[in-house]
């Protein structure tokens, strides 16, 4: 029963975190805690895996479909996006020692739900704000690090933080701030796991369940690339404002459910 129901969570989130540039994570990691099979240091595990897994699928077929970064940007914003990574696990794991499981789930939904409203209250209001295109790379690197630092700490993959200050401070339309987006992520991600590798805490987890994580991020990876392609700049952001309402509501729930 739960690889039936994380199989289909990871499916959907992944295609949906493809299309929109979410990563998947801010889909999978509330899902699962409202599912509440594992705890919170499993679940971003779990979370990490498929994201990253999808993120692979992601980038190799857009790089097949003609998309060219702009490599001192991707190089920058990742190589941040990855140390801050590093910070957002350390301090992760702190506050997971520091506090009840319950507690730490009240905390990253309050910390998710503001940021996803923020989120939703600037792509409301974009047209109406000053963008930015940065060119200085210690900029280029805060920002990255930023995005990476908060990402990880949440457990979320960073999608829909990236695509906001992608689109704010590089002035990217919402297609091509999707793509990159997905390999800001990578890179974080990379943090993420490992720590875990080499902070000898693979065992930990259930491993078993890996491959089905893996096999359905790899799907979901590939659909949501393939139709994020069709896709123009102004039916991508319609999901993705309906992604983000949704989770503010699961954030809500979250964070509810771990009070009483």
């Not at 065992?203 to 393939?226: E, K, Q, R």
């Amino acid at each position: 029963m739960i690889i039936l129901i994380y199989t289909v969570i990871i499916i959907l989130a992944t295609t949906l975190g493809a299309i929109s540039g979410l990563g998947g994570g801010v889909i999978i990691k509330p899902l699962f805690d409202a599912v509440g099979f594992h705890n919170m240091s499993t679940i971003g595990f779990y979370s990490s895996v498929a994201v990253f897994t999808m993120s692979i699928v992601s980038i190799i077929k857009q790089l097949r479909k003609g998309f060219s970064f702009e490599i001192k940007t991707v190089f920058w914003i990742s190589f941040g996006s990855l140390v801050g990574g590093i910070i957002g696990e350390n301090v992760f794991n702190e506050v997971t020692r520091a506090y009840e499981n319950s507690t730490v789930k009240i905390i990253q939904a309050v910390c998710l739900g503001i940021t996803l409203i923020g989120i939703l209250i600037y792509t409301l209001n974009k047209n109406k704000m000053k963008s930015y295109c940065l060119k200085n790379i210690l900029y280029i690197f805060a920002s990255g690090f930023f995005l990476g630092s908060i990402s990880v700490f949440l457990g979320i993959g960073g999608g829909p933080l990236n695509i906001a200050v992608l689109m704010l401070l590089f002035s990217y339309e919402m297609k091509e701030a999707t793509v990159y987006s997905i390999a800001t992520i990578f890179f974080a991600q990379i943090s993420k796991l490992g720590s875990v590798l080499v902070g000898g805490k693979l065992m930990n987890y259930d491993l078993s369940l890996l491959p089905f994580i893996c096999f359905a991020a790899v799907i979901g990876g590939f659909m949501g690339t393939l139709i994020n392609q069709k896709l123009n700049s102004s039916k991508i952001e319609k999901i993705y404002l309906g992604i983000i309402i949704g989770l503010i509501f699961v954030s809500i729930y979250n964070a509810y459910s771990a009070i009483v």
